[in-house]
């Protein structure tokens, strides 16, 4: 019976899985609408692409900018994510970016921030170092080619026009020559109606309190005169523009070493007031740098190859046009840029402070777990703070999510902020955890903060990602490297919790003697957490379901008493293969503009480049894992916790032995947890962070449970040593 059962519960994920994937390109979901699958900008007309680095929408005001403040207020506009292929993205990178329609740059990825060179204008028809950028586009790994965009659009017949030094670069074709160039000069009446397509570079804003001393490109005036200066050249974009053309004006790269997002703005017959989305990020407001280029071809009804990396952008309309709505909606384009800007610079000492805290917590848990303090009350008074520190610990990591609810990036010190609204998050939380009926069962606080993470996270995902972005623990857009769905931060957060809110469950069911009602449970509600992680439209998560599904599947079989043989191990990893091939196999059939990661994945199959991202990614991660010390501890820590939970009485872990011994599911579970974190990291890019997240979340609740069942057995103590002995004896002679 037990060997069809496996079969049966493989099968059956494989089926759940085309019933999500059905349900996805059926477009039921309410997160998919209406970003995940925008129409394309209509083929319409000319367009003009203008090049303004180094701007940001804080540089924008009616009275020092009125040419961006026109487009703001007539036309559509988002913050976007210029990162290229390194840390910082220099104006030619920004333009060779445009060009090949996915990320490039000037010079190879082996130093992450590059001084900046300057950019030649054309000679002879060719520009300048074309071979240098083939090159660097060849050797970063992301499957590059500069020269696509002008290559399509002279394929189906259409030239292109470029305007400065920058705009070359882009209208360039992929032997570098450029076909119509002229140099940027105060009227450009002429020049803006030559072909369908034209890019215009406007120059670059250079901040002199961030420029890296080894750039070639140097400002010569304070940031508030550049601003000035671009701002004038973009009105005469705006006068000089031909009839029916509309203008997308772009800040391509930043404005020194500092990364943060920039400027894009649209206006003309198709763009009226309004906002610029993608589903290239899915948020409204937020778009790539790499979505300009599909967003040309298909403005002139041209095809986008499946290669490029980003996707047209469409309008959302604003309610009116008026000067309050365009207030309005600067005002949450600057949110954007600020709380990304400032949870950037966050992020390293907030992990560092946290993990440098955690390893204090138990290295005191440790300290009193193997000494004994005074009398058993002031024992007692202890372990009760130890488990109230443990509880509060574990709150901390969703509570990081909660605090985007409150706008901290505003606060004159945002870094104070960021800290008083988790800690306003924890406070609540912690609250629930404690004070509700669930609070004298042994996992009950545990089991509602679990639940709390996995709901919030769940609802995050389902709503289109907005807690996660600019948060602590969630998505730098800045970053560009995911903007919707689960990242590995998330998914490590969302798989611990699910399986220890699993382990609660079923401990409550066994204590009743339902093992298979136990087992029914979890398995529940772990499939119902790969399908929120799985799911193209909402986690979008393609490495989280091959690592959650066999834990949640060795849980099922423990609880069933079922032992895990090799076949039966091998029944479960195809099942997952299964769900996962078809979850991408159903994202690669809807449209390339709405594809996700998973779908992409598959068409890189097609084209023979999967084995760069697979390369690309592998690089990252062990350059990651062997960046520092603290990440070399990640695999040792695992093959720590893997020890104690084989031995739990080594380590003076006498506390964890009695647990399992009052909730005998409690071990297995955490071997499913760790199975999960395991295969987290060896799969996903990134992945040294997966097991050190989940143990942010899983170490202060298992403490938490181990320090109350030492409370309970000191309580029964002092209970039997305050009877007294005659009564003791009696009683045992009962």
């Given at each position: 019976?037990?060997?069809?059962?496996?079969?049966?519960?493989?099968?059956?994920?494989?089926?759940?899985?085309?019933?999500?994937?059905?349900?996805?390109l059926?477009?039921?979901?309410?997160?998919?609408?209406?970003?995940?699958?925008?129409?394309?900008?209509?083929?319409?007309?000319?367009?003009?692409?203008?090049?303004?680095d180094?701007?940001?929408?804080?540089?924008?005001?009616?009275?020092?900018?009125?040419?961006?403040?026109?487009?703001?207020?007539?036309?559509?506009g988002?913050?976007?994510?210029?990162?290229?292929?390194?840390?910082?993205?220099?104006?030619?990178?920004?333009?060779?970016?445009?060009?090949?329609?996915?990320?490039?740059?000037?010079?190879d990825?082996?130093?992450?921030?590059?001084?900046?060179?300057?950019?030649?204008?054309p000679?002879?028809?060719?520009?300048?170092?074309?071979?240098?950028?083939?090159?660097?586009?060849?050797?970063?790994?992301?499957?590059?080619?500069?020269?696509?965009?002008?290559?399509?659009?002279?394929?189906?017949?259409?030239?292109?026009?470029?305007?400065?030094?920058?705009?070359?670069?882009?209208?360039?074709?992929?032997?570098?020559?450029?076909?119509?160039?002229?140099?940027?000069?105060?009227?450009l009446?002429?020049?803006?109606?030559?072909?369908?397509?034209?890019?215009?570079?406007?120059?670059?804003?250079?901040?002199?309190?961030?420029?890296?001393?080894r750039?070639?490109?140097?400002?010569?005036?304070?940031?508030?005169q550049?601003?000035?200066?671009?701002?004038n050249?973009?009105?005469?974009v705006?006068?000089?523009?031909?009839?029916?053309?509309?203008?997308?004006?772009?800040?391509?790269?930043?404005?020194?070493?500092?990364?943060r997002?920039?400027?894009?703005?649209?206006?003309?017959?198709?763009?009226?007031?309004?906002?610029?989305?993608?589903?290239?990020?899915?948020?409204?407001?937020?778009?790539?740098?790499?979505?300009?280029?599909?967003?040309?071809l298909?403005q002139?009804?041209?095809?986008?190859?499946?290669?490029?990396?980003?996707?047209?952008?469409?309008?959302?309309?604003?309610?009116?046009?008026?000067?309050?709505?365009?207030?309005?909606?600067?005002?949450?384009?600057?949110?954007?840029?600020?709380?990304?800007?400032?949870?950037?610079?966050?992020?390293?000492?907030?992990?560092?402070g946290?993990?440098?805290?955690?390893?204090?917590?138990?290295?005191?848990?440790?300290?009193?777990?193997?000494?004994r303090?005074?009398?058993?009350?002031?024992?007692?008074?202890?372990?009760?703070?130890?488990?109230?520190?443990?509880?509060?610990?574990?709150?901390?990591?969703?509570?990081?999510?909660?605090?985007?609810?409150?706008?901290?990036?505003?606060?004159?010190?945002?870094?104070?902020?960021?800290?008083?609204?988790?800690?306003?998050?924890?406070?609540?939380?912690?609250?629930?955890?404690?004070?509700g009926?669930?609070?004298?069962a042994?996992m009950?606080?545990?089991?509602?903060?679990?639940?709390?993470?996995?709901?919030?996270?769940?609802a995050?995902?389902?709503?289109?990602?907005?807690?996660?972005?600019?948060?602590?623990?969630?998505?730098?857009?800045?970053?560009?490297?995911?903007?919707?769905?689960?990242?590995?931060?998330?998914?490590?957060?969302?798989?611990?919790?699910?399986?220890?809110?699993?382990?609660a469950?079923?401990?409550?069911?066994?204590?009743?003697?339902?093992?298979r009602?136990?087992?029914?449970?979890?398995?529940?509600?772990?499939?119902?957490?790969?399908?929120v992680?799985?799911?193209?439209s909402?986690?979008?998560?393609?490495?989280?379901?091959?690592?959650?599904?066999?834990?949640?599947?060795?849980?099922?079989?423990?609880?069933?008493?079922?032992?895990?043989?090799?076949?039966?191990?091998?029944?479960?990893?195809?099942?997952?293969?299964?769900?996962?091939?078809?979850?991408a196999?159903?994202?690669?059939?809807?449209p390339?503009?709405?594809?996700?990661?998973?779908?992409?994945f598959v068409?890189?199959?097609?084209?023979?480049?999967?084995?760069?991202?697979?390369?690309?990614?592998?690089?990252?991660?062990?350059?990651?894992?062997?960046?520092?010390?603290?990440?070399?501890?990640?695999?040792?820590?695992?093959?720590?916790?893997?020890?104690?939970?084989?031995?739990?009485?080594?380590?003076?872990?006498?506390?964890?032995?009695?647990?399992?011994?009052?909730?005998?599911?409690l071990?297995?579970?955490?071997?499913?947890?760790?199975?999960?974190?395991?295969?987290?990291?060896?799969?996903?890019?990134?992945?040294?962070?997966?097991?050190?997240?989940g143990?942010?979340?899983?170490?202060?609740?298992?403490?938490?449970?181990?320090?109350?069942?030492?409370?309970?057995?000191?309580?029964?103590a002092?209970?039997?040593?305050?009877?007294?002995?005659?009564?003791?004896?009696?009683?045992?002679?009962?």
């Open positions: 019976m037990r060997r069809p059962l496996i079969a049966v519960l493989s099968a059956l994920v494989v089926l759940l899985g085309a019933a999500l994937a059905g349900a996805s059926g477009g039921t979901s309410a997160s998919a609408s209406p970003l995940a699958a925008p129409a394309a900008a209509p083929a319409s007309g000319p367009i003009i692409v203008v090049g303004a180094g701007l940001t929408w804080t540089d924008v005001s009616r009275t020092d900018t009125p040419a961006l403040w026109s487009l703001l207020r007539d036309g559509a988002a913050t976007v994510t210029v990162r290229s292929v390194h840390t910082n993205t220099c104006p030619v990178d920004g333009w060779l970016t445009v060009s090949a329609g996915n990320r490039a740059g000037d010079r990825g082996s130093t992450t921030k590059p001084p900046c060179r300057g950019i030649g204008e000679q002879g028809g060719m520009v300048p170092r074309w071979a240098d950028y083939q090159r660097a586009a060849r050797d970063a790994g992301f499957g590059s080619r500069p020269g696509l965009l002008a290559d399509e659009l002279a394929r189906s017949g259409r030239c292109v026009q470029a305007i400065g030094p920058g705009a070359a670069i882009a209208a360039a074709r992929s032997n570098g020559r450029v076909e119509h160039y002229a140099p940027f000069d105060g009227r009446t002429s020049a803006l109606a030559v072909c369908p397509a034209t890019f215009v570079d406007v120059g670059a804003v250079r901040d002199p309190a961030d420029i890296d001393p750039d070639e490109v140097k400002p010569g005036q304070s940031r508030a550049q601003v000035k200066a671009v701002d050249r973009i009105a005469t705006l006068r000089d523009a031909p009839d029916g053309a509309d203008i997308l004006v772009v800040s391509m790269a930043d404005a020194g070493a500092s990364e997002l920039r400027l894009i703005a649209m206006s003309g017959p198709h763009y009226g007031a309004g906002s610029l989305a993608s589903s290239s990020t899915r948020q409204p407001g937020l778009v790539q740098l790499t979505d300009v280029t599909p967003t040309v298909a002139l009804g041209v095809a986008s190859p499946d290669a490029l990396g980003g996707s047209p952008l469409r309008l959302l309309p604003a309610a009116d046009n008026s000067e309050a709505s365009a207030r309005d909606r600067l005002q949450s384009l600057v949110d954007y840029d600020q709380a990304s800007h400032e949870v950037h610079s966050l992020v390293p000492p907030f992990f560092n946290w993990v440098y805290a955690q390893l204090a917590i138990y290295l005191f848990v440790a300290f009193v777990w193997r000494r303090f005074g009398a058993p009350a002031t024992r007692l008074r202890l372990l009760r703070v130890v488990r109230r520190v443990a509880l509060v610990a574990a709150t901390v990591p969703v509570a990081t999510f909660l605090a985007n609810l409150l706008p901290w990036w505003r606060a004159s010190v945002p870094g104070l902020a960021i800290v008083a609204s988790v800690a306003i998050f924890v406070a609540l939380i912690s609250a629930v955890a404690m004070l009926p669930w609070r004298r042994l009950g606080p545990a089991a509602a903060i679990s639940l709390i993470t996995v709901l919030v996270l769940s995050d995902v389902m709503t289109g990602s907005r807690l996660q972005l600019s948060s602590l623990l969630g998505l730098q857009p800045v970053v560009g490297g995911r903007f919707y769905g689960m990242g590995n931060v998330t998914f490590a957060l969302f798989a611990t919790a699910t399986l220890l809110l699993c382990i469950v079923a401990d409550m069911l066994t204590r009743r003697n339902r093992p009602l136990a087992a029914a449970a979890v398995a529940a509600i772990g499939l119902a957490a790969v399908l992680d799985g799911s193209p909402w986690g979008s998560d393609f490495g989280g379901p091959p690592a959650l599904l066999p834990g949640v599947a060795y849980f099922v079989l423990t609880i069933l008493g079922i032992r895990l043989t090799w076949r039966r191990g091998l029944l479960i990893g195809g099942g997952t293969v299964g769900f996962l091939a078809v979850l196999v159903a994202d690669w059939l809807r390339a503009d709405s594809r996700s990661h998973l779908g992409r068409q890189s199959i097609i084209d023979g480049t999967e084995w760069d991202i697979i390369g690309r990614k592998l690089a990252q991660n062990m350059s990651i894992l062997f960046g520092s010390t603290l990440t070399l501890l990640v695999p040792l820590g695992l093959l720590f916790v893997i020890y104690v939970l084989a031995r739990p009485t080594s380590w003076g872990s006498r506390a964890l032995q009695r647990s399992f011994e009052r909730a005998p599911v071990r297995p579970g955490l071997i499913a947890l760790v199975i999960t974190l395991v295969i987290g990291f060896a799969l996903n890019d990134s992945g040294t962070a997966i097991p050190a997240v143990a942010m979340l899983a170490i202060p609740l298992v403490i938490m449970i181990s320090v109350r069942t030492l409370e309970d057995e000191s309580r029964e002092a209970a039997v040593a305050h009877v007294p002995y005659a009564t003791r004896a009696s009683r045992h002679q009962r």
